[in-house]
């Protein structure tokens, strides 16, 4: 499975963004799909998952802002970012786990500042 996240960039507090992780390769093996993200100097954290059934969870610091979706094929999965603060400032990273293995995209960068 490879995965290839975009749609980081620098927005300022309150406003929204939109990340994009598309796969591909052998992506019928896969059972949930989400997103993380690591602060400089902080470890790698997970934001949100779905799951193959729809079934989402979010991190307490993201819920009710951040939304997680997907399309039925998991050609795509999506993350629509509403009210970014600057502690949401990250890189951020996809993956996909299947029943054997977890699979990283790159990361892509999220800066939010006025």
């Known amino acids: 499975v490879q995965l290839q996240a975009s749609g980081g960039g620098l927005v300022q507090p309150g406003g929204s963004l939109r990340l994009s992780c598309a796969a591909s390769?052998?992506?019928?093996?896969?059972?949930?799909m989400g997103w993380h993200r690591q602060a400089p100097g902080k470890q790698r954290e997970l934001v949100a998952i779905?799951?193959?059934?729809?079934?989402?969870n979010y991190d307490d610091s993201v819920k009710g802002r951040f939304t997680i979706s997907r399309d039925n094929a998991w050609n795509t999965v999506w993350l629509q970012m509403n009210s970014l603060k600057p502690e949401d400032t990250a890189v951020y990273y996809c993956?996909?786990?299947?029943?054997?293995?977890?699979?990283w995209g790159q990361g892509t960068l999220v800066t939010v500042s006025s």
């Open positions: 993956a996909a786990v299947s029943a054997v293995s977890i699979y």
């Open positions: 390769g052998s992506i019928f093996n896969i059972n949930v």
């Open positions: 779905i799951t193959s059934g729809g079934t989402t």
